[in-house]
């Protein structure tokens, strides 16, 4: 389970104990209440090893969830959007080893994390990740409910493949923009695991 989670646990069960120790009907539901939000904690905040590929030159899912869109946008870079619905694992994790360059908060709206309007309009948190196969942009993108962004990686640090940098509370998305020409073998409507679903592969002319 992501850390983030244990103070939360730890004050729920302060108050389900305290409700079992008062004794009456209302200390019985504030109990129970309490043992449901740990509960719901434990699950929301889960956080399942994943078998990371080895090979070098693969990119893997940033987030678990389902691809939304695989395109080419205006200037002919390659861009992938993944949608993370209230009952995915929100631990994000890194889609390649690099280090990370620049990270940018941009405020924002708060659309339906799967709509056309959440990519142009929604808040959200840009890392600019120096690869060996070139610059890739991750944009960990908002939802409109409990939006809350959570994004440990700092500038100039060096991840592996698959290693954790942050989260997304709730109903959000996660997209990768590549700058360089990648092998894609993932498509709209394919269901993908952080850290351990191959989204595509770089060739070595890069």
């Excluded at 109990?31 to 434990?42: E, K």
């Excluded at 995915?88 to 690099?98: A, E, Q």
């Excluded at 708060?110 to 060996?132: C, D, M, P, Q, W």
């Excluded at 709730?170 to 394919?190: P, Q, T």
Aim: glycine share 8%.
């Amino acid at each position: 389970m992501d850390i983030k989670g244990v103070k939360y646990i730890i004050v729920f069960i302060l108050f389900s104990i305290l409700g079992f120790l008062f004794g009456s009907i209302f200390g019985w539901i504030v109990a129970v209440l309490s043992l449901l939000v740990v509960l719901w904690i434990v699950f929301f905040l889960r956080d399942p090893d994943r078998t990371i590929p080895t090979d070098d030159d693969v990119v893997v899912s940033p987030a678990d969830g389902k691809i939304i869109y695989v395109s080419e946008n205006s200037e002919g870079n390659t861009e992938i959007a993944i949608f993370m619905s209230p009952f995915d694992v929100h631990i994000n994790r890194i889609p390649i080893s690099g280090e990370v360059l620049s990270i940018k908060h941009i405020p924002g709206k708060f659309h339906k994390a799967y709509t056309s309007e959440a990519h142009f309009e929604n808040e959200r948190v840009e890392i600019l990740l120096k690869t060996g196969f070139g610059k890739i942009l991750i944009k960990q993108i908002a939802g409109a409910i409990a939006p809350r962004i959570v994004c440990r990686a700092r500038e100039g640090e060096i991840f592996k493949t698959g290693q954790r940098f942050g989260l997304i509370k709730l109903g959000s998305r996660v997209e990768l923009l590549f700058y360089n020409h990648i092998d894609i073998i993932v498509k709209s409507g394919d269901r993908v695991r952080a850290g351990e679903s191959i989204l595509g592969r770089f060739t070595k002319e890069n």
